[in-house]
């Protein structure tokens, strides 16, 4: 267990609605990463939160969005869903940002159907 | 930005053979990890190597900084350790770590 919680694990919906994926990093950690893998691909990088505020941004589509909470904990927001959207999603955690080992969650698996 | 590449993009292995897999990196880092993604889809770190030869168990990897490069040896290959092989480096000046495209491992029995 990397202390890394996300939630939900699993995630079915249809295209055109929206969805908000949850994640709680590890005890002391201050420094949130989203990273979306699809089928056979490797991972990509969307955002990054350090302590509420947003410190690096990745390909992230103008439909998602994402934000850290005072508590340190930070959810995902993916609207219009595509069939493309499907993909596993990774939160990860560290206690600073741009050093230091990062742990991940064991993702959520979307499926837009 | 920062390119992670690694090699080979597969390898199959029988029980107990050796390997060693690279990741080579575009620009000087100042971090580089190692992670296995299991069948399963978790990602498991394995090694935090900025530089330097660390050890644990069956697994050992190196990281020459000024070469760019850095090396995962598996010794003794089990099955259990099929799955898929990422590096991430931090992409110099920012906070966002990149990752390679993996090697797919498989291991058969």
């Known amino acids: 267990d990397s202390g890394v919680t996300q939630t939900p694990k699993h995630l079915i919906t249809a295209t055109g609605q929206r969805v908000t994926l949850r994640c709680s990093p590890r005890?002391?950690?201050?420094?949130v990463y989203w990273y979306q893998q699809s089928l056979d691909q490797g991972l990509q990088f969307l955002i990054q939160y350090y302590n509420g505020e947003e410190r690096a941004k990745g390909n992230i589509l103008e439909r998602f969005s994402a934000q850290q909470f005072p508590d340190l904990h930070s959810e995902l927001n993916l609207s219009s869903l595509e069939l493309g959207d499907s993909a596993l999603y990774f939160c990860?955690?560290?206690?600073?940002?741009?050093?230091?080992?990062?742990?991940f969650g064991q993702g959520t698996r979307l499926t837009v159907v | 930005g920062i390119q992670v590449e690694q090699s080979p993009p597969d390898l199959i292995l029988q029980e107990g053979a050796n390997s060693t897999l690279r990741c080579n990196f575009s620009?000087?880092?100042?971090?580089l990890q190692w992670f296995h993604q299991n069948p399963w889809g978790q990602l498991i770190n394995l090694f935090y190597i900025p530089s330097g030869t660390k050890q644990n168990g069956r697994l050992s990897a190196t990281t020459v900084a000024t070469e760019r490069y850095s090396l995962l040896y598996i010794s003794s290959s089990q099955t259990t350790d099929s799955g898929v092989y990422f590096c991430a480096a931090y992409q110099g000046g920012s906070e966002k770590l990149v990752f390679g495209k993996g090697t797919k491992l498989t291991v058969n029995p």
């Open positions: 990860a955690s560290s206690v600073a940002g741009g050093t230091g080992v990062i742990f």
């Open positions: 005890s002391g950690d201050l420094s």
């Open positions: 620009d000087s880092v100042n971090n």
